[in-house]
T-cell receptor
Framework: QQPVQSPQAVILREGEDAVINCSSS?????VHWYRQKHGEAPVFLMI?????EQKGHEKISASFNEKKQQSSLYLTASQLSYSGTYFC??????????????FGTGTRLTIIP | DTGVSQNPRHKITKRGQNVTFRCDPI?????LYWYRQTLGQGPEFLTY????????KSRLLSDRFSAERPKGSFSTLEIQRTEQGDSAMYLC????????????????FGPGTRLLVL
């Protein structure tokens, strides 16, 4: 089951903030966030493990609510370079010991000057 | 820069033809993943290797698909008798893990091979 991301798309002016949500119906082991620009590879942003961990990366941070199986990505004071499609990739506990990721449908973020 | 590389970057083929893609992971990365991505969707898991062993395959991977990773280095993904529904971006990712279940495992993606089946 694919995680659900919201919103599907958002347009911001440079300097504004955004929140992207990722929800899963399964018990999650970890959540991985990626940004993909058109025609390019997904670029890793951060990983969150179960335990309600919140991580930060400059003006981009994320949280993981294990009880609700939800993760949120926070972008503050957005910059033009933040434009792209954001994907959450979720990993569930499995017997293979790998981080096979199930990705959401993405959130397209457009930053305008 | 020694990131993940994939070749070719683009491939146009006719229905029924066979195609093969190559992925060169980051040096010393022991895990290699293949994903498929269609327009407007997130990547979908296809298969993964731990060194040279293929340990998991998705149900999406029909009998027409085969992947190898000889010697645990580069990997190839072959699609036989291509169909129009195979048109997609094929992404490769690699990671380095030091334990069976490494909570910090991070996958680094290559630029992908875009396949168009006419």
């Amino acid at each position: 089951q694919q995680p659900v991301q919201s919103p599907q798309a958002v347009i911001l002016r440079e300097g504004e903030d955004a929140v992207i949500n990722c929800s899963s119906s399964k018990a999650l082991y970890s959540v991985h966030w990626y940004r993909q620009k058109h025609g390019e590879a997904p670029v890793f942003l951060m990983i969150l493990l179960k335990g309600g961990e919140q991580k930060g990366h400059e003006k981009i941070s994320a949280s993981f609510n294990e009880k609700k199986q939800q993760s949120s990505l926070y972008l503050t004071a957005s910059q033009l370079s933040y434009s792209g499609t954001y994907f959450c990739g979720t990993a569930v506990t499995n017997n293979f010991g790998n981080e096979k990721l199930t990705f959401g449908t993405g959130t397209r973020l457009t930053i305008i000057p | 820069d020694t990131g993940v590389s994939q070749n070719p970057r683009h491939k146009i083929t006719k229905r029924g033809q066979n195609v093969t893609f190559r992925c060169d992971p980051i040096s010393e990365h022991n895990r290699l993943y293949w994903y498929r991505q269609t327009l407007g969707q997130g990547p979908e898991f296809l298969t993964y290797f731990q060194n040279e062993a293929q340990l998991e395959k998705s149900r999406l991977l029909s009998d027409r698909f085969s992947a190898e990773r000889p010697k645990g280095s580069f990997s190839t993904l072959e699609i036989q008798r291509t169909e129009q529904g195979d048109s997609a971006m094929y992404l490769c990712a690699s990671s380095l893990t030091r334990a069976y279940r490494d909570p910090q495992e991070t996958q680094y993606f290559g630029p992908g091979t875009r396949l168009l089946v006419l």
